[in-house]
C-alpha cells in the first residue's frame, strides 16, 4: 500500500475519531441531570432576586409571632428548633421539633414501637400513599384543657422535609393564640397610608408572576 493511501486511511481515521468524541462528550453533558443549559437563568420572582439583601424591601411586613432558637447535638438528636412566643404570652415554648441522630428506618421502627407503647395507637396517619413520607400524628388534652400534639415523622427524600426521623411536640392553640395577638397588634398599627400600599401590592402582573 503506498504512503499516499495510509496517510489518506489515517486521516479519516483521526478525524472519526474526533467526531465520536465530539458526540460522546454531547451526549455525556446531554444526559448528565441536574444541569441545564440556558440562555437566561432565573434569579427573580414576586419582585424578589436571590442574593439581594432582605433590606431592599421596606415594604415587606415580619410576621414574627415566634421566634426560634437552634440547638445541635443534643442527647441524641442532631438538632433541632424551639418555637417560642413573643405576643400574648412572651417566652412560652410552643413548639419543638427535633431531629433524631439516628435517621434510620430501622430506628423509626423502634421509636414508633416505643411511642406505641407509652401513648397507645396513633390518632392519625399524615404520610403519603408512596412510602417516602411516614408520619404517625397522637392528639392530646392536658390538664389545663389545652390540646397536646405530637408527631413521630420518617422522611426517605421528599425535599420539602427533613430526612431521616423527627419528633414534633407542639400546643396549636397556643400557635393559634399568639399569630392572633400578632396580627391583632399589626392591625391597630397599620396606617391609611400602609392601606394604600397594600392595595398597590395587591395589583399585579405577569412580570411578578413569571420567573425571570
Same mark, same amino acid.
Given at each position: 500500500?503506498?504512503?499516499k493511501?495510509?496517510?489518506?486511511?489515517?486521516? $479519516?481515521?483521526? $478525524?472519526?475519531?474526533?467526531? &465520536?468524541?465530539?458526540?460522546?462528550?454531547?451526549?455525556?453533558?446531554?444526559?448528565l441531570?441536574?444541569?441545564?443549559f440556558?440562555?437566561?437563568?432565573?434569579?427573580?420572582?414576586?419582585?424578589?432576586? &436571590?442574593?439581594?439583601?432582605?433590606?431592599?424591601y421596606?415594604?415587606?411586613?415580619y410576621?414574627n409571632?415566634?421566634?426560634e432558637v437552634v440547638?445541635?447535638d443534643?442527647h441524641?438528636?442532631h438538632?433541632g /428548633?424551639?418555637?417560642?412566643? /413573643?405576643c400574648?404570652?412572651?417566652?412560652?415554648? $410552643?413548639?419543638i421539633?427535633?431531629k433524631? !441522630?439516628?435517621s434510620?428506618k !430501622?430506628?423509626f421502627?423502634t421509636?414508633l414501637?416505643?411511642?406505641k407503647?407509652k401513648?397507645?395507637?396513633p390518632?392519625?396517619? #399524615?404520610?403519603?400513599?408512596?412510602?417516602?413520607?411516614?408520619?404517625w400524628?397522637?392528639?392530646?388534652v392536658?390538664e389545663n384543657?389545652?390540646?397536646v400534639?405530637?408527631?413521630?415523622?420518617?422522611n426517605?427524600?421528599?425535599p420539602?422535609?427533613?430526612t431521616?426521623?423527627?419528633?414534633?411536640l407542639?400546643?396549636p392553640?397556643?400557635?393559634i393564640?399568639e399569630?392572633?395577638c400578632?396580627t391583632?397588634?399589626?392591625?391597630q398599627s397599620i396606617?391609611?397610608?400602609? #392601606?394604600? #400600599?397594600?392595595?398597590?401590592? #395587591?395589583?399585579?402582573?405577569?412580570?411578578?408572576?413569571i420567573?425571570?
Amino acid at each position: 500500500m503506498s504512503n499516499k493511501k495510509i496517510s489518506f486511511i489515517a486521516g $479519516v481515521s483521526l $478525524v472519526n475519531r474526533q467526531f &465520536l468524541s465530539i458526540i460522546f462528550i454531547s451526549q455525556f453533558f446531554f444526559l448528565l441531570p441536574g444541569i441545564v443549559f440556558a440562555k437566561d437563568i432565573p434569579k427573580e420572582v414576586g419582585g424578589f432576586v &436571590l442574593g439581594s439583601n432582605v433590606t431592599d424591601y421596606p415594604d415587606i411586613e415580619y410576621s414574627n409571632f415566634l421566634k426560634e432558637v437552634v440547638i445541635y447535638d443534643w442527647h441524641g438528636f442532631h438538632k433541632g /428548633i424551639i418555637s417560642y412566643a /413573643i405576643c400574648d404570652s412572651p417566652g412560652e415554648i $410552643v413548639k419543638i421539633k427535633l431531629k433524631y !441522630a439516628d435517621s434510620s428506618k !430501622a430506628y423509626f421502627k423502634t421509636l414508633l414501637k416505643k411511642f406505641k407503647k407509652k401513648y397507645g395507637k396513633p390518632d392519625e396517619w #399524615k404520610g403519603d400513599s408512596f412510602g417516602i413520607l411516614h408520619i404517625w400524628k397522637w392528639k392530646f388534652v392536658d390538664e389545663n384543657n389545652n390540646r397536646v400534639h405530637l408527631i413521630l415523622q420518617h422522611n426517605t427524600k421528599n425535599p420539602n422535609e427533613n430526612t431521616g426521623n423527627m419528633v414534633k411536640l407542639f400546643l396549636p392553640d397556643n400557635i393559634i393564640r399568639e399569630q392572633k395577638c400578632f396580627t391583632t397588634q399589626c392591625t391597630q398599627s397599620i396606617s391609611d397610608e400602609e #392601606k394604600k #400600599k397594600r392595595q398597590e401590592r #395587591k395589583k399585579s402582573d405577569w412580570k411578578y408572576l413569571i420567573p425571570k
